[in-house]
């Protein structure tokens, strides 16, 4: 393989807002690289994890105009879901989706290239196959389609073996008695309102993921998880509200409709090693869109800013810019 890709330079917004989505809702955007490039919109994981300044480096900035935008109830969109009033019933996959579409009218933008990893990719193909005449191309990494086996894996003990002394502290905060279902113990405990119960869960559920995202485990990650309460009930509490509802799909149903999206330039980047979403997933939605570039990045696991996910990413937008 050749040399790896790096990061482009760090890049500040030269446009940022709220925009007023319905619902009470208030949703953060931003705008960087070339407002006359290429539209791309840059879908973050979680659901839940809000958006972050690297994620605006996986474009030329000469080439392209990125829109990176907080979920409802992540990072800086209002209301805020580590607050125990927040409604999460207005926060499903198809709100997001309907969001999306709101962003593009508001900025003017008749088509754009859809950018999205984990859930990230749940939510690029959950729009893509509702409009896929606003789709150039996609760039999806570490696909995650919500099927009941994808969330057994990871919340329900599959993912134990291979971190089974991480596993046990995402254990221990459930009662024994209550184990049969910890998605749903889980989410009775990220909806108490009492801070001595949901705090702790929030914790445990998000130090859970940051300590297995990685071939190599980043333990300042983890204690910034640990650290940053308010984040972790957020990440937690959206999370599992989306992971209890099976995403409002039908079981399947992403992978069984991607056929619809054969017009659609895909790049699929899946790391060989990635733990919270296995290459399973990724290799069966290749099934059904063969005319997508398949990239399995050897050394990898599931973050984004691994070495070679990273390059693999970067290659892509490259590729789609023209480069």
């Known amino acids: 393989m050749s040399e790896h890709k790096d990061f482009y330079p760090e890049i500040e917004p030269y446009d940022s807002g709220m925009l007023a989505v319905g619902d009470g809702q208030e949703i953060y955007y931003e705008q960087v690289g070339n407002p006359a490039g290429k539209p791309v919109v840059c879908l973050h994981g979680g659901p839940g994890g809000g958006c972050t300044t690297d994620m605006r480096r996986f474009f030329d900035p000469q080439k392209y105009r990125v829109v990176l935008f907080d979920q409802r109830g992540a990072g800086r969109s209002l209301p805020h879901a580590s607050e125990p009033t927040a409604d999460m019933s207005v926060n499903t996959t198809w709100h997001l989706v309907s969001d999306i579409e709101k962003i593009r009218e508001h900025l003017g933008i008749a088509a754009w290239q859809v950018f999205g990893g984990s859930w990230g990719s749940t939510l ?13 191309e996609l760039v999806l990494r570490g696909i995650f389609t919500l099927r009941k086996s994808e969330i057994d894996w990871f919340y329900q003990g599959g993912a134990a073996h291979v971190f089974p002394e991480i596993w046990q502290e995402y254990l221990d905060a459930i009662p024994v008695g209550e184990r049969d279902d910890l998605v749903a113990a889980y989410h009775r405990r990220l909806n108490d309102p009492d801070p001595a119960v949901h705090t702790p869960a929030g914790v445990a559920w998000s130090v859970w993921e940051s300590a297995t995202v990685r071939l190599y485990p980043d333990a300042q990650d983890i204690a910034a998880t640990r650290a940053d309460k308010k984040w972790s009930v ?5 999370e599992n509200h989306y992971f209890k509802h099976g995403g409002w799909f039908e079981e399947g149903q992403l992978i069984a409709n991607a056929h619809k999206l054969s017009e659609i330039p895909t790049v699929i980047v899946q790391g060989r090693y990635d733990i919270c979403t296995p290459a399973r997933t990724a290799w069966d939605l290749y099934q059904q869109m063969p005319h997508a570039e398949f990239v399995i990045v050897p050394d990898a696991g599931h973050a984004s800013g691994e070495p070679g996910i990273k390059s693999a990413l970067i290659r892509a937008t490259d590729k789609f810019a023209g480069r």
Do not use: C, D, M, N
Request: glycine share 0%.
């Open 124 to 136: 690029a193909l959950a729009y893509a196959q509702t409009h896929p005449e606003r789709v150039t």
């Open 234 to 238: 957020a990440f937690a509490r959206i």
